[in-house]
């Protein structure tokens, strides 16, 4: 029996009715690229495969790597990349499978933030995601503006993704159970974007700056991108604090950054 692996943040589901709602939720069809991360001992692997015939996995553990790829019946139609899924190119596999990629993932806690904006930057080869994420990471990906959960991860997801979080996993669907609940929710790439964004990269800045110091105003975070006159300018308060500026907001206040320094 392969345990769990503390410094690869492992957690086993075995539940399962999560399991099938899972499965049922992605609803994966025969011609789709399914890619899934983390499959660890193969509970979702299996019920996918079973659904659209191949499927991509990216792994980084050896050990589970062997028990895939020598299962008893074998898991035909399976690929297991072995990987760090922090470093995969997934712009790569949707070329190399010829459609844009459905990703689905038991996802580290540990990395799972960072690893969302690995995806992101490869978004326009990605069709769907669908993830187990801690609880809280969930609410705060689909949090609106003013409350404490609302975030940098809540405004640079707005931008390019519609979050919609679907149900929730508790700790006991796990083994070893995790210290805290879980959610799944699917992330599904803006076929038109929500709003003007010219500059990502500026947009990105803008964001990071404000959230920096989430506790002070906008003066003060922002104080080395903008001034008052050029936050008013696009019709923002400068005494309003991160939390309180919509996605569209900061994007405007973006373009027009841009706009004045002639781009």
Do not use: W
């Not at 345990?3 to 499965?23: M, P, Y």
């Not at 964004?197 to 922002?222: E, H, I, S």
């Not at 104080?223 to 907001?249: C, H, T, W």
Request: aromatic fraction near 6%; charged fraction near 20%; proline fraction near 9%.
């Amino acid at each position: 029996m392969i345990v769990a692996r503390k410094r690869f943040g492992q957690h086993f589901l075995h539940d399962q009715g999560i399991i099938r709602r899972i499965v049922q939720t992605v609803a994966p069809q025969p011609g789709e690229a399914v890619v899934e991360i983390g499959p660890g001992r193969g509970a979702i692997t299996r019920p996918l495969l079973a659904a659209c015939g191949k499927l991509d996995a990216v792994e980084i553990d050896r050990d589970l790597i062997a028990l895939l790829r020598h299962a008893n019946p074998p898991l035909e139609g399976l690929t297991v990349h072995e990987a760090d899924v922090l470093r995969f190119d997934f712009r790569a596999l949707a070329q190399a499978r010829g459609v844009p990629l459905r990703v689905v993932g038991n996802l580290p806690y540990n990395i799972s933030t960072p690893l969302i904006f690995h995806l992101l930057d490869q978004v326009d080869a990605i069709a769907d995601m669908h993830f187990m994420l801690q609880r809280e990471v969930v609410e705060r990906m689909a949090a609106a503006p003013g409350g404490g959960d609302y975030g940098r991860l809540t405004v640079m997801l707005a931008a390019q993704v519609q979050v919609i979080p679907l149900f929730h996993i508790a700790p006991g669907s796990f083994t070893p159970p995790p210290r805290v609940d879980s959610a799944f929710v699917r992330l599904v790439p803006h076929a038109v974007a929500p709003f003007p964004m010219p500059d990502p990269a500026l947009y990105a800045r803008v964001v990071a700056a404000a959230f920096g110091q989430r506790r002070k105003t906008l003066r003060n975070t922002l104080k080395n991108l903008a001034d008052e006159a050029q936050i008013r300018a696009v019709g923002l308060d400068p005494g309003l604090r991160p939390e309180q500026i919509s996605p569209a907001e900061y994007a405007a206040l973006a373009v027009h950054l841009r706009t004045e320094a002639g781009q």
